[in-house]
C-alpha cells in the first residue's frame, strides 16, 4: 500500500502492527478470530451472551493492537489497509482493517496534539515546514462503505470520523435513512463533533431517529461536541427535551445549559423524576441557578451522598445565590 497523498507512505519501513516479533503478530491472530466469531454471532442473530462477549474482546484487542504500532510508522498504516482490501468473503480482515485504521488516525491526532505543547515547534508546524500532510483516509477504507456486511461499513463508518472528511460528507449522507440501526449509529458517533454545516444538518436529522442510541449519541454531538450556537441547533436539542430516554434528555439540557438557554423549568421537572442521570445534574452545574437548590438537595436523599457530580451542582447554585443571581 502506498499513500500517496501523506508523503510519510514513501518511506519504506518493515513495521507491521503489533511488530514482527511472535507476541505481536500474535495479537493480529486473535483480533481476526475474535471478528471472526463476532460477525458469525451476527449472523447467527445471536442478540446477547457471545455475540457482545465476543464484539467487546475485539474492541479490547483492537486498541491494544492500535497502541502497539508507532502512527507514524508507514508500515503500520500499510498492514492496516491491506487488511481493508481483503478480497472475497474474508470480511474479518475488512473489520479488524477498518477498525485499525481509525484507531491509527485517532492516535496520531493524539500524538501530534500532545507535541503542539512540547517545545518551540508544534507537530502541525513541523509537518508543515517538512511538507507532511496529515493523515487522509485511503480509498480502501471509503471501499468499505459498499460492503456486503454491515459491519464492516459500520467499522467503516467510525474509522471515517477519526479522519478529516468535511470535504467528502455528501458521501456519508445516505447513511442517515440507511435502515440498518447499527449503521445510523455509527454514523452518528463518526460525525460527533462535526462543525461543518452538512455533518450539524445530519446530526440534527439523526436526533430525531427512532434508535435511541442513534438520538443519544447524535444529542451528544450537537450539544457537548459541537461549539456552534445557533436557532436551528438549539431547536433540534429543545425537541429532545421530552424525550423517552433519560440520557438523550440529560444530553440536551447540558447542551442547552452550555449555550446559557433557560432550560431551569425543564431541569427541575428532569432533577424531580423518578430517574435521575448525572448529565442533568451537570446541567444544574453549569445553569448554577439558585431555584435549582430544593430539587438538588431532594436528590442527596438517595443518590450517593459522595458523589462529585451533585456536590458540584449545588456548591455552584449556592454560589449563585451568594452572588445574588
Not at 421530552?242 to 446559557?260: C, Y
Request: glycine share 10%.
Amino acid at each position: 500500500m502506498e499513500r500517496m497523498d501523506d508523503p510519510r507512505a514513501a518511506t519504506s519501513h518493515s513495521t507491521e502492527l503489533g511488530g514482527s516479533d511472535d507476541a505481536g503478530q500474535g495479537m493480529l491472530a486473535r483480533a481476526l478470530e475474535l471478528a471472526r466469531r463476532s460477525l458469525l454471532d451476527s449472523r447467527s442473530g445471536d442478540e446477547g451472551g457471545t455475540r457482545d462477549d465476543a464484539s467487546d474482546a475485539l474492541q479490547e484487542c483492537l486498541d491494544e493492537l492500535a497502541e502497539s504500532a508507532d502512527p507514524y510508522e508507514a508500515g503500520s498504516w500499510q498492514e492496516a489497509v491491506r487488511l481493508c482490501g481483503a478480497g472475497g468473503d474474508d470480511a474479518a480482515r475488512r473489520l479488524v482493517g477498518a477498525g485499525l485504521l481509525g484507531r491509527l488516525a485517532a492516535l496520531e491526532q493524539d500524538a501530534g496534539e500532545e507535541e503542539d505543547g512540547e517545545g518551540d515547534e508544534s507537530r502541525a508546524a513541523k509537518d508543515e515546514r517538512e511538507g507532511l500532510a496529515p493523515p487522509t483516509a485511503p480509498g480502501e477504507l471509503w471501499n468499505l462503505l459498499a460492503d456486503n456486511a454491515p459491519e464492516v461499513v459500520a467499522a467503516a463508518l467510525l474509522a471515517l470520523g477519526e479522519f478529516d472528511v468535511d470535504d467528502d460528507l455528501s458521501r456519508l449522507a445516505p447513511f442517515a435513512k440507511d435502515q440498518r440501526a447499527a449503521i445510523r449509529r455509527a454514523l452518528a458517533k463518526a460525525l460527533a463533533g462535526s462543525e461543518d454545516d452538512l455533518g450539524i444538518d445530519l446530526l440534527i436529522g439523526l436526533s430525531e431517529d427512532t434508535d435511541a442510541e442513534v438520538r443519544d449519541w447524535a444529542t451528544f454531538g450537537l450539544g457537548s461536541l459541537c461549539e456552534r450556537d445557533d436557532a436551528a441547533l438549539r431547536a433540534a436539542l429543545r425537541a429532545r427535551l421530552d424525550d423517552a430516554e433519560p440520557s438523550v434528555r440529560g444530553e440536551a439540557l447540558l447542551g442547552l445549559a452550555r449555550r446559557g438557554d433557560d432550560v431551569s423549568e425543564a431541569l427541575e421537572l428532569e432533577l424531580r423524576g423518578d430517574e435521575v442521570g448525572a448529565l442533568a445534574v451537570e446541567a444544574a452545574e453549569v445553569l448554577a441557578d439558585p431555584g435549582l437548590l430544593p430539587a438538588l438537595r431532594e436528590l442527596e436523599e438517595w443518590w450517593d451522598p459522595a458523589d462529585e457530580v451533585l456536590a458540584r451542582a449545588i456548591a455552584s447554585c449556592r454560589a449563585a445565590a451568594r452572588r445574588g443571581r
